[in-house]
């Protein structure tokens, strides 16, 4: 079990002292809202802990953004307010370049849900309806469209979706595309 001396409200004021950008916030907000949905299927005893996971993981990103510092100014920061290692590990490791593997299931959920939260994100944007009555079909195709939201890097999609699936979690890209879809809608 998964503790930590920091509740979700906290985690949230703590991201807003550190992050003054609403779309990072909601970045962070669409990240957590998938991340609770995983941990209620997955891990119903560590909701909250999978919830702050994704609330701050890229916590240190607007004020220091380059790989040298993201993630690891801000993972020292929370390991200094007692956050759980499991949750700085799971930080660290959504960042590739840092090499922290992803051993845990939060860690591999938090990978998993980064870049597809922040494409669903961009896809239900471009639609009249936004994200209601969206589908994995179409947010597969979007994907399949390198132009569009060019900056959101496929083949970790890919990877996370690919971990999920080798762990049992998720019978494919489609179910996890429409979990994280609902939990989006939620
Ligand atoms: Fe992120």
């Not at 991201?15 to 998938?34: F, I, K, Y």
């Amino acid at each position: 079990m998964t503790t930590t001396p920091m509740t979700v409200e906290a985690a949230r004021a703590l991201m807003h002292e550190w992050v003054e950008s609403d779309s990072l916030r909601g970045h962070m907000e669409a990240v957590a809202a998938c991340m609770a949905h995983h941990a209620r299927l997955h891990a119903p005893g560590e909701v909250e802990a999978w919830t702050i996971a994704g609330l701050l993981h890229d916590v240190d990103y607007e004020k220091h953004p380059t790989p040298e510092e993201h993630p690891t100014v801000g993972v020292a920061h929370l390991r200094s307010l007692g956050v759980d290692e499991t949750i700085l590990d799971a930080i660290m490791g959504h960042a590739p370049y840092t090499g922290v593997a992803r051993t845990t299931p939060m860690a591999r959920h938090l990978f998993a849900c980064d870049e597809l939260a922040g494409f669903i994100v961009a896809v239900a944007k471009v639609r009249p309806d936004g994200l209601s009555g969206l589908t994995a079909k179409s947010v597969r195709k979007k994907l399949k469209d390198k132009a569009f939201a060019a900056a959101v890097s496929r083949a970790d999609i890919a990877e996370g979706v690919a971990d999920l699936v080798a762990d049992g979690c998720v019978a494919d890209e489609t179910e996890h595309i429409d979990r994280c879809i609902a939990a989006l809608q939620g």
